[in-house]
């Protein structure tokens, strides 16, 4: 059975740096698509970043262009996300989330009911 485990979170003050693993068992990553949610209270899940193209290209939220990237290493089957200059708006579930079918070129999909797989989240809480 697939599982996906995340870890990682925790809290920061606004301007600090946190790195999210996400371990993949029964799943190889680079497989599918796959990629990082986050979901605040009182919103909707949302993506933060898919990743495509066998790990060489990224499709990231506007609102965290610049200070996250996200890091596929096929030897440890794991993915990992390294958030940088951190907001209090990023507080949030952080999901990691694989499964997804491909489109033409080697693009994921954005949407969430896209994919199959899903972690069972870390919090991450950025306080100003």
């Known amino acids: 059975q697939v599982q996906l485990v995340e870890s990682g979170g925790g809290s920061v003050q606004a301007g600090g740096s946190l790195r999210l693993s996400c371990a993949a068992s029964?799943?190889?990553?680079?497989?599918?698509?796959m990629g990082w949610f986050r979901q605040a209270p009182g919103k909707e899940r949302e993506r933060v970043v898919v990743?495509?193209?066998?790990?060489?290209?990224?499709d990231f939220d506007d609102s965290v262009k610049g200070r996250f990237t996200i890091s596929q290493d096929n030897a440890k089957n794991t993915v990992d996300l390294q958030m940088n200059s951190l907001k209090p708006e990023d507080t949030a579930m952080y999901y990691c989330?694989?499964?997804?079918?491909?489109?033409?070129?080697?693009?994921?999909?954005?949407?969430?009911?896209?994919?199959?797989?899903w972690g069972q989240g870390t919090q991450v809480t950025v306080s100003s």
């Open positions: 989330a694989a499964g997804g079918s491909r489109r033409s070129g080697g693009y994921c999909p954005r949407g969430r009911a896209e994919y199959r797989y």
């Open positions: 029964g799943y190889t990553v680079g497989s599918s698509c």
């Open positions: 990743i495509y193209r066998g790990g060489s290209s990224t």
